[in-house]
């Protein structure tokens, strides 16, 4: 079993145990970021994590699809890492900026009761 890395610095490693919970982001997106295969990444999860929780995930991303295969764009978003995937969501055509505001609008209409 491989050990796991001790060349991460905490910020690495809350970064990898982030994008490891996320069911959309495949391991070979962790690689190409953090360079941590697969068996790398297990032995963080389980070191890093309480067992429960370790068995929990474990259970989650064994045999998931989603975690093996990597699609490009999923690919590219989790390698620019959470401020990256906003900043080129915000320069998209669709992007961020002209989303309408989810705030509540004010209403002109009187009720008469």
């Known amino acids: 079993m491989p050990k796991p890395p001790t060349a991460l610095d905490p910020a690495a490693i809350s970064g990898v145990i982030e994008m490891a919970w996320e069911d959309r982001v495949p391991f070979e997106a962790i690689e190409s ?31 998931r699809k989603s975690k093996h295969a990597a699609l490009p764009l999923l690919a590219e978003l989790a390698a620019l890492g959470p401020s990256g995937a906003v900043a080129l969501a915000a320069e998209s055509p669709l992007g961020l900026s002209d989303a309408p505001s989810l705030r509540p609008q004010a209403c002109s209409v009187k009720a008469d009761w």
């Open 33 to 63: 970021q953090f360079g941590l295969n697969e068996a790398a990444v297990v032995a963080l999860m389980r070191a890093q994590l309480k067992p429960g929780s370790y068995r929990l995930w474990r259970r989650r991303v064994q045999g």
